[in-house]
């Protein structure tokens, strides 16, 4: 447990409709340093070894409801390793 401003959230932004409601595109799933981006967030540390074992144990994907490419995994844990 660890105070709110010392950890980083990962967000999934909201899933874009057209005008009948039927989703156009899935919602972006990405770093919010600022924690104030619309969407569900997920929290973790700020040391990749966190990272890395919320990855392995799929936290992020339970949290977000959502499977997430490998692609943005690795994009997320290099900009918490350029912290």
């Known amino acids: 447990m660890k105070p709110k401003r ?3 959230r990962v967000v999934k932004s909201p ?3 057209d005008e009948n409601g039927s989703v156009i595109a899935g919602g972006e799933i990405l770093l919010d340093l ?3 981006k619309a969407g569900r967030g997920a929290y973790v540390c700020s040391n ?3 990272f890395e ?3 392995r144990a799929r936290r992020f994907e339970r949290s ?3 499977k997430i490419p ?3 995994y690795d994009k997320m844990k290099s900009q918490i390793e350029g912290l």
């Open 53 to 55: 074992l919320a990855r």
């Open 48 to 50: 990749p070894q966190c």
């Open 64 to 66: 977000l409801s959502c």
């Open 15 to 17: 899933d874009r409709k």
């Open 70 to 72: 490998d692609e943005v």
């Open 6 to 8: 010392e950890l980083i």
């Open 34 to 36: 600022t924690g104030k």
